[in-house]
Nanobody
Framework: QVQLVESGGGLVQPGGSLRLSCAASGNIRSIYRTDWYRQAPGNERELVATITSGGSTNYADSVKARFTISRDDAKNTAYLQMNSLKPEDTGDYYC??????????????WGQGTQVTVSS
């Protein structure tokens, strides 16, 4: 019903930047929140950043002051700007969204993930 497509991952040197995008499509009436998660090899998936419909944001301590989450409601797209990247930021990044369909049904959706590698 709702599809999320992430993009923007890739290989970057330590100290570099990347911007991830998460585009939602479907019969969406409103989006309550969008989260970015990441999963490093051998580790559990962890919550990195959250943005709510009201614009409130929250970040994991490990990324505060380096990552910025934002959203463009007109495009149903969320972004994760990642600066000062470190090797420990390496992993697969997933977006998660929940909201309301035009039918007034609640939805949740996960993206397929985009890989981020921070290495020299």
């Amino acid at each position: 019903q709702v599809q999320l497509v992430e993009s923007g991952g890739g290989l970057v040197q330590p100290g570099g930047s990347l911007r991830l995008s998460c585009a939602a499509s479907g019969n969406i009436r409103s989006i309550y929140r969008t989260d970015w998660y990441r999963q490093a090899p051998g580790n559990e998936r962890e919550l990195v950043a959250t943005i709510t419909s009201g614009g409130s944001t929250n970040y994991a301590d490990s990324v505060k002051a380096r990552f910025t989450i934002s959203r463009d409601d007109a495009k149903n797209t969320a972004y994760l700007q990642m600066n000062s990247l470190k090797p420990e930021d390496t992993g697969d990044y997933y977006c998660y969204t929940e909201g309301l369909l035009e039918s007034r049904s609640h939805f949740i959706s996960w993206g397929q993930g985009t890989q981020v590698t921070v290495s020299s």
